[in-house]
Structure formats: C-alpha cells, structure tokens
C-alpha cells in the first residue's frame, strides 16, 4: 500500500501507477534496455514518454525522443532525453536518428502515436 499525497488526486494517483508500470514493462519485458543502448521514443511529452525519458536516463540509455512542438521539446528535455526531434515526419525523424547514432539506428523504438498517423 502507498500513501497519496493529500493535494494529489485519486484519479492522478491511479494514472501514474498505471503509467510507471507501462514504462517498466517497456524498459524490461518489451526490450530489457542496456546501458549504453539507443532508444527512441515517439510522443516523449506525454505521460508515459516523460516517464521514459527519466527511466531510460537512469539505465544509462542513449535516449531520442521525439515531439511536435517546442514547448513539449523542453519538457521532453526536462525530463532528461538526451537528444529530442521536433517531428514526427519521417524522413525527418529517420535522418536525424541517423545523424545522432552515426548511422548505426536504434535498437529500440516505443512508439505510441504511429496509430494516429496512418
């Protein structure tokens, strides 16, 4: 049993055991993230990629994340993405990954908005 803050709701409460145990299962049963390992991660703004970004930061991934806005760029970046990509696009996206892993790509990539793309 944990303790909820009084000033934090129920309902925030619930998100964000649901939320933290979504990013463990990515980080461990998904693809058991190394250190050292390139990830990248669509939507890194949201709930569960801010999540990501402070995750993969302590198991010493190389972390890309990828956002539309700048504003959701800094959070990204606040919530420790070593690298973050303002696009969705493509090409866009593909060609920075590969600028930053020096061709190499990513061995792992948790995307939760390419169903919002198609």
């Known amino acids: 049993m944990s303790k909820v803050p009084d000033n934090v709701s129920d309902e925030v409460a619930a998100g964000s055991l649901v939320g933290g145990l979504t990013v463990l299962t990515l980080v461990r049963e ?19 990629g801010l999540l990501l970004g402070q995750i993969l930061k302590d198991l010493g991934a190389h972390s890309i994340g990828t ?14 993405f070593e690298h973050v ?12 990954v590969k600028e930053l892993t020096n061709g190499e790509g990513v061995i792992c990539v948790y995307d939760g908005v390419w169903y919002l793309l198609r």
Do not use: M, R
């Open 30 to 48: 998904s693809y058991a993230v190394k250190k050292g390992d390139w990830i990248l991660v669509h939507a890194a703004a949201g709930g569960t």
């Open 67 to 80: 956002v539309s806005s700048a504003e959701k760029a800094k959070l990204a970046e606040e919530a420790g």
């Open 85 to 96: 990509i303002q696009s969705y696009e493509h090409d866009t996206v593909l060609s920075k």
